[in-house]
Nanobody, 124 residues
């Protein structure tokens, strides 16, 4: 089993940066595919970025390509989402997700483990 705790959210002006951290516990972290999703009230949870267990393969939503970078540290059991040039439409609750599947999926229901989320608010 994997427990996930997100941190690093907050309020930032448009054009600013934030780094989200997902701290994972459990001995299987290094074998997990990890991802970040986000959700706005009333909308479905959407894929933001994902990273394979080895860290060698990543995937991004078109809306964040070139602005966000996902990375992981399998020694510290951490996954990061570095966000640059934030826009008001990036405002959402951001969730960290994990799954033991080796396939990097973009569908929320395919991830077994979830954190509680961290709020990111981007003001104009």
């Amino acid at each position: 089993q994997v427990q996930l705790v997100e941190s690093g959210g907050g309020l930032v002006q448009a054009g600013g940066s934030l780094r989200l951290t997902c701290a994972a516990s459990g001995r299987t972290f290094s074998r997990c595919t990890m991802a970040w999703f986000r959700q706005v009230p009333g909308n479905e949870r959407e894929f933001v970025a994902g990273i394979h267990s080895s860290g060698g393969d990543t995937s991004y939503a078109d809306s964040v390509k070139g602005r966000f970078t996902i990375s992981r540290d399998n020694v510290k059991n951490r996954v990061y989402l570095q966000m640059y040039n934030l826009r008001p439409d990036d405002t959402a609750v951001y969730y960290c997700a994990a799954d033991l599947s080796p396939v990097l999926q973009q569908v929320p229901r395919l991830y077994e483990y979830w954190g509680q989320g961290t709020q990111v608010t981007v003001s104009e």
